[in-house]
């Protein structure tokens, strides 16, 4: 049985896509910053007769609870195959990039982009062990500089500054880790989920949890032949579902 970790998973697309894995056939160990929250969630995903499924407390935050993460899935498997980098925080608003507070900065890059770079490298020795790997990295359209220096792109007006510089910054790590893993079995990719309504933008988005979660184990579940170094967004991109960087 193939085993992913997902991070954030405790609620909304991470969940969502928890299930949709679980669905898939995968054993997921579902990750939650709170021990509390990501035992409830996964008692949830029991009742509705999903058993394959365990909690991981991780703070990706926290490298100390990244390692001790590392560790007890150590102990439960000897391989992962899917790694999701889900968690994200938005940041207070308003973020306008001269008056946003550096800390504000400071703390949405580091949930969002050192914490993945983190996480990405506490598990590759296990995601190594794999036949088929794979790394989703859970970015935004609003991470496309391309799109965004667009005056005519849908989103142009959005501009949350430090959570846009953190899903750029993510993308480039996205491309440079792909490049690291090219001669691999490894499938490395970042993916829009679209904008969707959950708690993150207080439920303002138009696009629903399921199809959201839906565009996020589609990089999971790539097989060989799928694309590495891509970013996927079906929302901006509908017709090929490829955004430019
Ligand atoms: N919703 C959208 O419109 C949208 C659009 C594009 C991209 N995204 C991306 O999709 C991902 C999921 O978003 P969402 O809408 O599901 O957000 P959400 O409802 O706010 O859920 C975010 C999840 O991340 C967790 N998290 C936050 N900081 C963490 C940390 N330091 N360590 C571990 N977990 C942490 C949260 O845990 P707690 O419950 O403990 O806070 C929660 O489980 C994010 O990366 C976001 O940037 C969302």
Not at 74 to 91: H, M
Not at 194 to 210: E, K
């Amino acid at each position: 049985m193939k085993t992913v970790l997902i991070t954030g998973a405790n609620k909304s697309i991470g969940f969502e896509t928890a299930r949709q894995l679980l669905q898939e056939g995968y054993f997921v160990y579902l990750g939650s910053r709170d021990e509390q929250k990501g035992q409830q969630a996964v008692s949830q995903l029991q009742a509705e007769g999903l058993t394959n499924v365990e909690p991981i407390e991780i703070d990706v935050d926290n490298i100390e609870s990244i390692k001790a993460a590392r560790e007890v899935l150590g102990r439960k498997t000897q391989a992962l195959d899917v790694l999701i980098n889900n968690a994200g925080i938005s940041g207070s608003m308003p973020q306008t990039a001269l008056e946003a507070d550096i800390s504000v900065f400071r703390q949405v890059l580091e949930t969002n982009f050192f914490g993945v770079i983190e996480v990405t490298q506490a598990f590759i020795d296990l995601l190594k062990q794999s036949p088929e790997p794979r790394i989703v990295n859970v970015t935004s359209g609003l991470g496309s500089l391309t799109l965004h220096s667009d005056p005519t792109w849908k989103y142009y007006a959005v501009k949350p500054a430090s959570y846009v510089a953190s899903k750029a910054a993510l993308n480039a790590y996205t491309i440079m880790l792909a490049h690291d893993l090219r001669d691999s079995s490894f499938k490395v990719n970042a993916v829009d989920p679209g904008y969707t309504a959950t708690d993150f933008n207080h439920h303002s988005g138009p696009g629903t949890v399921p199809d959201a979660a839906a565009r996020v184990v589609k990089a999971a579940v790539l097989g060989p032949d799928g694309p590495t170094g891509q970013f996927f967004s079906d929302d901006n991109v509908p017709e090929t579902g490829i955004s430019p960087w």
